[in-house]
């Protein structure tokens, strides 16, 4: 089993960074794939990227395409969401979750361990 834990969320204005954290409990940390999602008030959960156990493939939601970028360091148990260039409609509680299957990385199914959330607000 693992464990997730979500820092790094705040209020920013437009245009603004954050860098968001995910701390997992754990030996078994790099087993795992990791992913990121975001769900915004009266809206689904959408993914936002997902990194492989190894750190070699990383894939990101069309929505943060060139704005974010997600990195994970097996050593310290902890994946990374950079976001830059933040938008109001990027306003969401995110969520990290960790998978023991190889994917498919942005279907919600697919992860069986997900934090409690850390809420992102992009003001105008």
């Known amino acids: 089993q693992v464990q997730l834990v979500e820092s790094g969320g705040g209020l920013v204005q437009v245009g603004g960074s954050l860098r968001l954290s995910c701390a997992a409990s754990?030996?078994?940390?790099?087993?795992?794939?990791m992913g990121w999602f975001r769900q915004a008030p009266g809206k689904e959960r959408e993914f936002v990227a997902a990194?492989?156990?190894?750190?070699?493939?990383?894939y990101y939601g069309d929505s943060v395409k060139g704005r974010f970028t997600m990195s994970r360091d097996n050593v310290k148990n902890t994946v990374y969401l950079q976001m830059n260039s933040l938008k109001p409609e990027d306003t969401a509680v995110y969520y990290c979750?960790?998978?023991?299957?190889?994917?498919?990385?942005?279907?919600?199914?697919?992860?069986?361990?997900w934090g409690q959330g850390t809420q992102v607000t992009v003001s105008s």
């Open positions: 979750a960790a998978t023991q299957w190889d994917g498919p990385y942005s279907q919600i199914p697919t992860y069986g361990y």
């Open positions: 754990g030996r078994t940390f790099s087993s795992y794939g």
């Open positions: 990194i492989r156990r190894n750190g070699g493939s990383i």
